[in-house]
């Protein structure tokens, strides 16, 4: 079985105005995250939502050190960009939707539950910063069993070096398959 994660694909990371903005690299893979994402609904996959939601005043969280606030609750930065809003708002019930605090999808969530009660053991990555959350994700996929997909056309970064770096790591380290 296979499931689909879509990560952190909101307002504050890919539009232009968003606080910690991939910009261009994000916003040229909406169409190809869109379709891989309309192709898991289709096939009734699991797919997930799995986006940041974090309090600037929280004074434990390490990533308020090193960005600036983003993916605040409560706020517009945290909707999902673009059509994907559109298609997620028109079908909601065929997602699930999972409010994360760390990089990682898997970090302080129920997601490996949830995964393993479906029987799911292909795990299918789209999303930004490919190498920040994206990557993170994969690493936890990698150390808990799964197989990895990284879909490479619906995935980007703030930083190129960082990305392409990540593309490398997740086939030549985690052994994921890239398409």
Same mark, same amino acid.
């Given at each position: ?7 952190? &694909? ?5 539009? %232009? /105005? ?36 974090h309090? +600037?005043?929280?004074?434990?969280? =390490?990533?308020?050190?090193?960005? =600036? +606030?983003?993916?605040?609750i ?6 999902? *960009?673009?059509?994907?809003?559109? &298609? &997620? ?6 997602? *699930?939707? !999972?409010?994360?605090?760390? *990089? %990682?999808?898997?970090?302080? #969530? /129920?997601?490996?539950?949830? !995964? ?6 292909? !795990? ?5 910063? #490919? ?5 993170? #994700?994969?690493?936890d996929? &990698? ?9 490479? /056309?619906?995935?980007? %970064?703030? /930083? ?20």
């Amino acid at each position: 079985m296979r499931g689909l994660v879509v990560i952190d &694909y909101t307002n504050d990371f890919v539009a %232009s /105005d968003g606080a910690l903005t991939t910009g261009e690299p994000g916003q040229k893979i909406a169409p190809a995250l869109l379709q891989v994402t309309k192709d898991f609904v289709a096939r009734q996959d699991f797919v997930v939502m799995a986006v940041d939601g974090h309090d +600037p005043a929280d004074q434990y969280h =390490p990533e308020n050190k090193l960005f =600036p +606030p983003h993916n605040v609750i409560g706020t517009t930065g945290r909707h999902l *960009y673009g059509e994907l809003a559109t &298609y &997620y708002q028109q079908n909601q019930d065929q997602f *699930y939707w !999972l409010d994360k605090r760390h *990089y %990682s999808a898997f970090c302080g #969530t /129920d997601l490996d539950l949830r !995964l393993r009660e479906r029987r799911i053991t292909e !795990l299918h990555l789209v999303g930004v910063c #490919t190498d920040i959350c994206v990557l993170h #994700t994969a690493v936890d996929a &990698y150390n808990l069993g799964y197989d990895i997909v990284i879909h490479q /056309d619906a995935v980007a %970064s703030f /930083d190129p070096v960082g990305h392409e770096w990540a593309l490398r790591h997740f086939q030549n380290t985690l052994g994921a398959t890239l398409v």
